[in-house]
């Protein structure tokens, strides 16, 4: 079975930086995408940003582009990093990371067949 292990989450102030972990294992699809999912208090599950594996094509929400960095480690290799720098308090969420075997290049969580379980980023003002 394919799991995911999201960890890194915490309280910081805005300003500061977090960067989120996601450990896959029990996969072995040729091509496929790692995204990284929000969903902040009374709101919906939106995509962060996406990595496609084949080629490293990445995408970005708006509102997160220049601030955030999806990549990979090139040692662990089935590890996944999303660097978060200049937090807002608007980046306070739930934060989930998932895999698509399908490779898909936008973040659309149905696109995403496997979810871990989320770890909670709170960035006070």
């Known amino acids: 079975d394919v799991q995911l292990q999201a960890s890194g989450g915490g309280s910081v102030k805005a300003g500061d930086s977090l960067r989120l972990s996601c450990e896959v294992s029990?996969?072995?699809?040729?091509?496929?995408?790692i995204g990284w999912f929000r969903q902040a208090p009374g709101k919906e599950r939106e995509g962060v940003s996406c990595i496609r594996v084949s080629d490293g094509a990445t995408n970005y929400k708006a509102s997160v582009k220049g601030r955030f960095t999806i990549s990979r480690d090139n040692a662990l290799m089935n590890t996944w990093y999303l660097q978060m720098n200049s937090l807002k308090p608007d980046d306070t969420a739930v934060y989930y990371c998932?895999?698509?075997?399908?490779?898909?290049?936008?973040?659309?969580?149905?696109?995403?067949?496997?979810w871990g379980q989320g770890t909670l980023v709170t960035v006070s003002s």
């Open positions: 998932a895999l698509d075997p399908e490779g898909s290049y936008y973040p659309v969580d149905y696109e995403f067949e496997h």
């Open positions: 029990g996969f072995s699809f040729d091509d496929y995408s």
